[in-house]
């Protein structure tokens, strides 16, 4: 993320989009490796306001937690499949836990990410967006019932198949939602906008 300071220069390099402030420039571009002639002159063509709000990284961060997760949930349940009498209490403790907390955190990933699809944007119905709200609506409904399947107990072996099917398909929806939020990085648009009416 880019953070702005006033009383120093920033430069970012054309072909690989990298950027440093001027005291730092060395020889060569230390992500691409071209000489430094490559590197021009950083303006950035956000308002303040945005720029500050998007450089907290609310969206970034919000995702790790049901990546967690579902990773805790997935791979707990997988290890009590294949070898149940290795402490059994354990594994399906992780997965019950895992599994119940997951819906509210995807919900959280959800929510950051529309604030900060319409910062970046100023519109969350951009083809890629839209995409994403697809797919994280198809997770957070997969989600849903992970914490009702745990909470009666996964104990049965139908409780537990369920709860895999559940789990892989946000895990496709996750890895769908990786792969176009990775596009999207560090893009925006210039110019101020407006979130919940506010003007930023
Ligand atoms: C459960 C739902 C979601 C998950 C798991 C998710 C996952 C991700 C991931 C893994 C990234 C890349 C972040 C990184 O590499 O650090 C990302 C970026 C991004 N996502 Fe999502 N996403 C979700 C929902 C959404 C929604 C609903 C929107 C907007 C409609 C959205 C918009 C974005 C944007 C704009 C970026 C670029 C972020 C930045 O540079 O700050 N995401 N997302």
């Known amino acids: ?3 702005k300071k006033e009383e120093e220069r920033l430069f970012i390099c054309k072909p690989c989009g990298y950027v440093m402030k001027e005291s730092e420039l060395t020889d060569v571009c230390p992500a691409c490796g071209l000489p430094r002639k490559v590197f021009e002159q950083y303006k950035e063509r956000m308002s303040p306001g945005r720029s500050r709000i998007l ?3 609310l969206h970034p961060i919000a995702v790790h937690f049901p990546q967690t997760l579902l990773v805790f949930t997935l791979l707990a349940l997988i290890m009590n499949l294949i070898f149940p009498h290795f402490y059994p209490q354990v594994f399906l403790g992780t ?3 895992s599994a119940v907390l997951f819906p509210f955190t995807v919900f959280g990933a959800f929510l950051s990410g529309l604030i ?3 910062l970046r944007f100023k ?3 951009t083809p890629i967006l839209v995409k994403k709200i697809i797919y994280s609506s198809i997770m957070f409904i997969s989600s849903i019932f992970t914490p009702f399947i745990a909470w009666g107990g996964i104990h049965d072996l139908s409780a ?3 709860l895999l099917v559940c789990g892989s398909v946000a895990l ?3 890895i769908m939602l990786g792969h176009a939020g990775k596009r999207l990085m560090n893009i925006g648009m210039g110019g101020a906008t407006k979130i919940w009416g506010w003007k930023i």
């Open 1 to 3: 993320m880019i953070r």
């Open 55 to 57: 450089q907290l990284d």
């Open 95 to 97: 997965a019950t836990f």
């Open 116 to 118: 900060d699809g319409k």
């Open 123 to 125: 519109s969350v119905t």
């Open 160 to 162: 537990k198949l369920w």
């Open 172 to 174: 496709y929806c996750a």
